[in-house]
């Protein structure tokens, strides 16, 4: 199993920068992809970002491209989640997942508790 924490959520202006952290024990953190989705009141989770297992390789979901960027330590077993030019559209609870393929929450097997980012206008 692989248990994940996610920490650095809290409130921002528009404009301004938030940088998430998720720490990953259990299995060994290399061996696993890592992604960052999220989720507002009332809509359902989407797809933020995700890198692979090397770090090589990294991807966005268009509304963030050229804002956020993603990172991993797998010395540290951490995940990071850099977000610049906040907006107020960005708001929501933000969680980190493990052991997925596709660009889709159902194909993830591990979840982090989340953390609340909110932007305000």
């Known amino acids: 199993q692989v248990q994940l924490v996610e920490s650095g959520g809290g409130l921002v202006q528009a404009g301004g920068s938030l940088r998430l952290s998720c720490a990953a024990s259990?299995?060994?953190?290399?061996?696993?992809?890592m992604g960052w989705f999220r989720q507002a009141p009332g809509k359902e989770r989407e797809f933020v970002s995700a890198?692979?297992?090397?770090?090589?390789?990294?991807y966005y979901a268009d509304s963030v491209k050229g804002r956020f960027t993603i990172s991993r330590d797998n010395a540290k077993n951490t995940v990071y989640l850099q977000m610049n030019s906040l907006k107020p559209e960005d708001t929501a609870v933000y969680y980190c997942?493990?052991?997925?393929?596709?660009?889709?929450?159902?194909?993830?097997?591990?979840w982090g508790q989340g953390t609340q980012v909110t932007v305000s206008s």
């Open positions: 997942a493990a052991g997925g393929r596709e660009f889709v929450a159902g194909d993830w097997v591990y």
């Open positions: 259990g299995r060994t953190f290399s061996s696993y992809a």
């Open positions: 890198i692979n297992w090397s770090g090589g390789n990294t």
